[in-house]
């Protein structure tokens, strides 16, 4: 397979690594790339007609991000684990309710309402111009998250939200490659935020609950999908 670089990912100020690192992600979470399948820097910068410095940045930045394990000899897709991912939902789950839970049970507690308040207004701008469909807005879905459970005042359940994301990030890509997830997410979000805003805890308690449950139920069914694709492409 070749892919040269296009002229105007370069000439639009893209990093080559950038174009290098978003055309194998993409092609690893929709199991394009088997698991079987090598990826070494020389096949790579082969395949894109370039060097081996942005290819070797896109390839660690890959294993950063978990869709990569180095092997002796190159690069393999990592075999998402299913029970594994359930049960690190289950801990984001619990941790996210928690902050959440604390307030409610609390009188004396309340949410950081500045924080808040400047969180919607980020996704009421991303409402208006919503980003395109690609898996790196997993990483903007996270940054609302941590906001909310900052927000809740307990500094070791999002350091501990941290941890869980960084370990699911990989497999949390698969849920923004369905269409018009990011437009539904932005809007579960925003609900989430405005019953919150307006003291309705329950309500959001709720409705958070029902976000993370879905996100998991797509996560997987994109999971199963693409590990039906590479086990048949082996």
Same mark, same amino acid.
């Given at each position: 397979?070749?892919? &040269?670089?296009?002229? &105007?990912?370069?000439?639009?100020?893209?990093?080559?690594?950038?174009? %290098?690192?978003?055309?194998?992600? +993409? #092609?690893?979470? =929709?199991?394009?790339?088997?698991?079987?399948?090598? *990826?070494?820097?020389?096949?790579?910068?082969?395949?894109?007609?370039?060097?081996?410095?942005?290819?070797?940045?896109?390839?660690?930045?890959?294993?950063?991000?978990?869709?990569?394990?180095?092997?002796?000899?190159?690069?393999?897709?990592?075999?998402?684990?299913?029970?594994?991912?359930?049960?690190?939902? @289950?801990?984001? !789950? /619990?941790? #996210?309710?928690?902050?959440?839970?604390?307030?409610? =049970?609390?009188?004396?507690?309340?949410?950081?309402? @500045?924080?808040?308040?400047?969180?919607?207004?980020?996704?009421?701008?991303?409402?208006?111009?919503?980003?395109? &469909? #690609?898996?790196?807005?997993?990483?903007?879905?996270?940054?609302?998250?941590?906001?909310?459970?900052?927000?809740?005042? =307990?500094?070791?359940?999002?350091?501990?939200?941290?941890?869980?994301?960084?370990?699911?990030?990989?497999?949390?890509?698969?849920?923004?490659?369905?269409?018009?997830?990011?437009?539904? /997410?932005?809007?579960?979000?925003?609900?989430?935020?405005?019953?919150?805003?307006?003291?309705?805890?329950?309500?959001?308690? &709720?409705? !958070?609950?029902?976000?993370?449950?879905? +996100? *998991?139920? %797509?996560?997987? @069914?994109?999971?199963?999908?693409?590990?039906?694709?590479?086990?048949?492409?082996?």
């Amino acid at each position: 397979m070749s892919t &040269q670089v296009e002229t &105007q990912d370069v000439g639009a100020g893209r990093p080559l690594r950038e174009v %290098v690192y978003a055309t194998l992600r +993409s #092609e690893l979470v =929709n199991g394009t790339i088997t698991f079987g399948e090598r *990826l070494t820097e020389p096949k790579v910068s082969a395949r894109f007609g370039i060097s081996r410095t942005p290819v070797r940045e896109a390839l660690t930045m890959l294993c950063s991000d978990g869709l990569l394990q180095r092997e002796e000899y190159g690069f393999s897709p990592v075999r998402p684990s299913v029970p594994r991912i359930r049960d690190l939902y @289950e801990l984001r !789950l /619990t941790l #996210e309710l928690g902050g959440l839970a604390r307030v409610m =049970n609390n009188p004396a507690l309340s949410h950081d309402r @500045e924080l808040l308040l400047a969180e919607r207004e980020r996704w009421l701008a991303l409402q208006a111009d919503p980003p395109e &469909q #690609e898996p790196g807005f997993v990483v903007v879905d996270e940054e609302f998250h941590v906001a909310l459970l900052t927000a809740a005042g =307990n500094a070791e359940l999002v350091r501990a939200l941290l941890s869980v994301n960084s370990r699911i990030r990989h497999v949390r890509m698969y849920d923004f490659m369905v269409n018009n997830r990011i437009e539904t /997410t932005i809007s579960e979000h925003l609900a989430i935020l405005d019953a919150v805003l307006a003291g309705e805890l329950a309500n959001g308690y &709720q409705l !958070l609950r029902t976000h993370i449950g879905e +996100s *998991l139920d %797509v996560v997987l @069914e994109r999971i199963s999908r693409a590990l039906a694709a590479m086990s048949m492409a082996e």
